[in-house]
């Protein structure tokens, strides 16, 4: 099937890009639990060479891919039915079939965002390679998102492949100009770079991550330096207001960490969609 076929009948089109992003939606709460595992297994063992220290305790295989999807508790195989995307999860009601222990929510909550997130890039990019590259940065922004929320860590293998995608992909103009996505990578990471040296020097502590320079970067690579200001703006209101949530909630110490990359991912997200139109609504509002 072809965007032809999906422009003259788009019912059928955007069924099928659901069908899609429930599938990757999938993929991605796998992904979400596994790839930390295996990045701190590499990470482990890095360290062991490093250090000339004996090889610890050999583990089982664990990859992306093995060992199949199975209840973490009583590691009872998932079969076909139970394995399918956003229904699976309701067909079991958030339990395994087998010993009954819970199934996170995020696996749901991942799928369904993975879906919508496939079902509004169509619709506001069109069945191009905008919309199709979109729905991509889509579904890295959500796994980056709920990995730094358990994990308090943004992988390299996930933000740099795609920080250097967005380049590629503004190389042709889809997004921003190419001088532009190429300033806004080095500015963006250079900017949090200097903020994390000025904090630390100023309190001796680290205020956040590499990664968030990193993910920072991948903003500027696919929206421009233009884009930037909005990003850096809206990421950080809506960290401070929840952070302030959940210390007035008494559900957060002031000294714990927050992560910082879902809600830049999220700010990234917005601003690639509708980072233009609050552009010029505020320029306009600035004005008068």
């Known amino acids: 099937m072809n965007p032809n076929s999906f422009a003259s009948d788009p019912i059928v089109g955007y069924v099928v890009v659901a069908l899609v992003g429930a599938a ?56 076909i039915r139970d394995n399918i995307p956003l229904v699976g999860y309701w067909l079991l009601r958030g339990r395994c079939r087998h010993c009954a222990a819970s199934i996170p929510r995020r696996y749901f909550l991942i799928e369904a965002l993975t879906t919508a997130g496939a079902i509004v890039s169509m619709a506001h990019f069109g069945f191009t390679p ?20 358990r994990e308090q860590i943004l992988p390299d293998v996930i933000t740099l492949p795609f920080l250097w995608l967005g380049l590629l992909a503004n190389r042709a103009g889809l997004y921003a100009s190419l001088d532009s996505a190429v300033l806004g990578a080095a500015a963006a990471y250079l900017f949090l770079w200097v903020v994390f040296q000025v904090f630390r020097l100023a309190t001796g502590k680290e205020g956040m991550g590499h990664g968030d320079f990193k993910l920072f970067a991948l903003a500027g690579a696919w929206l421009g330096w233009q884009l930037l200001p909005l990003v850096l703006l809206f990421a950080s209101l809506t960290g401070a207001l929840y952070g302030g949530a959940l210390i007035l909630a008494k559900r957060q110490a002031r000294t714990a960490p927050i992560p910082f990359g879902p809600f830049l991912c999220a700010a990234t997200w917005c601003a690639l969609f509708y980072g233009w139109p609050l552009m010029t609504f505020y320029l306009r509002a600035g004005h008068g």
């Open 130 to 149: 905008r919309g199709g590259l979109a729905f991509l940065l889509t579904a890295a922004l959500i796994a980056l998102s709920f990995i730094d929320i």
């Open 24 to 79: 990757i939606g999938s993929f991605l709460g796998m992904l979400v639990y596994r790839l930390p595992i295996i990045l701190k297994r590499q990470w482990e063992r890095d360290c062991r060479e490093a250090l000339s220290l004996p090889e610890g305790q050999k583990a089982e295989t664990f990859t992306i891919a093995w060992p199949a999807s199975h209840c973490p508790q009583c590691h009872t195989p998932l079969t």
